[in-house]
């Protein structure tokens, strides 16, 4: 299958090109950075260097290539700035479905947060609704992942991957990563707020699997959504810094994510707890 892989260099693109190489297939990746483009390329990929934001380069991209599948997997979080990764889910999306309903692509496999509900108690499942009503910060990030996920439900067939907090090599909860810099400094308190994680290698695998996935959202998270309170003293335990201080209660949409979905349609995480999963990640010696 030819696979256009927008974001190869990502936390998830670096973990997602090897396997979609070694399961055959012929993947073109996009990055801005020529040094990021030889990486491509020793990974088996074709470099297509093309940013996303610009829409003729988009189109350019699209009419030379026309690729069975468009995996998305654009965000622009590397500077922490939510504006910005609002802004490329919302017109890199745009970009990115133009151009493939004109050229006729016929799937679309696309990243999406598995912390966008709206509030409520338990796991939350793809039938409820996402937080519309959030404003301020989380208010970007949700009106950034709606416009993503309706874009992406006008291609024939669109998967959305809701993914939820990524761990592992890349990302900001690594031995070395933001948030274990942040608790080392002692300025994370633990809530009761539930998350729902999911390893970054796991996150890659489940993209592979949905080349293969009916139409729709799709929570990509672990088996074991945990409260802040209870995963926080072990994450804190394995990097060495002390114990986060307490603050009871939760905001009512700190509530995890159920992946009754995508167990049903076959995805089988080599993580299904971050407790194994932090302990392979955290532990010293790891990235
Ligand atoms: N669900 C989650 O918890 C979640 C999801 C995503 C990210 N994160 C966190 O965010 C941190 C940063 O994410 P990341 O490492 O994936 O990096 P990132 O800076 O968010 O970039 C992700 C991908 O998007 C591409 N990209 C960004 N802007 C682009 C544009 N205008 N045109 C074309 N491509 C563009 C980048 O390519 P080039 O820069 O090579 O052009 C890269 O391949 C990670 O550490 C991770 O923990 C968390």
Redesign the pocket.
């Known amino acids: 299958m030819k696979i256009l892989l927008?974001?190869?260099?990502?936390?998830?693109?670096r973990q997602l090109l090897p396997l979609l190489v070694a399961a055959g297939h012929e993947v073109v990746s996009?990055?801005?950075?020529p040094d990021?483009a030889r990486l491509i390329a020793a990974a088996g990929g074709r470099p297509a260097l093309?940013?996303?934001?610009d829409r003729a380069e988009v189109f350019e991209l699209l009419r030379k290539e026309h690729p069975d599948v468009v995996i998305h997997?654009?965000?622009?979080?590397?500077a922490r700035d939510l504006e910005a990764n609002s802004r490329?889910r919302i017109e890199?999306t745009r970009h990115l479905v133009d151009a493939s309903l004109e050229v006729g692509v016929e799937r679309m496999i696309a990243q999406s947060?598995a912390f966008a509900y709206a509030p409520g108690s338990g796991p939350a499942t793809e039938d409820e609704p996402l937080h519309l009503e959030a404003t301020g910060a989380r208010g970007l990030t949700v009106a950034g992942v709606h416009a993503l996920e309706q874009a992406v439900a006008e291609m024939p067939i669109g998967v959305v991957l809701r993914?939820?907090?990524?761990y592992g090599p890349?990302?900001?909860?690594a031995r070395h990563?933001l948030f274990t810099e942040g608790l080392r400094r002692g300025e994370v308190v633990a809530s009761d707020g539930v998350t729902s994680f999911v390893h970054v290698a796991d996150a890659a695998r489940a993209a592979v699997d949905a080349l293969e996935w009916p139409a729709g959202p799709v929570n990509v998270v672990d088996d074991e959504p945990a409260a802040e309170s209870t995963w926080m003293p072990l994450y804190a335990k394995l990097v060495g810094a002390p114990a986060p201080a307490r603050r009871p209660g939760r905001e009512g949409w700190q509530r995890g994510a159920s992946n009754q979905r995508a167990r049903e349609l076959g995805w089988q995480p080599v993580y299904p707890s971050w407790r194994e999963g932090f302990r392979e990640v955290l532990s010293p010696g790891s990235r």
């Open positions: 927008a974001g190869a260099t990502g936390a998830i693109g996009t990055t801005r950075s990021r093309v940013d996303c934001l997997q654009l965000t622009a979080l590397s490329l890199g947060i993914y939820g907090v990524l890349g990302t900001w909860y990563g």
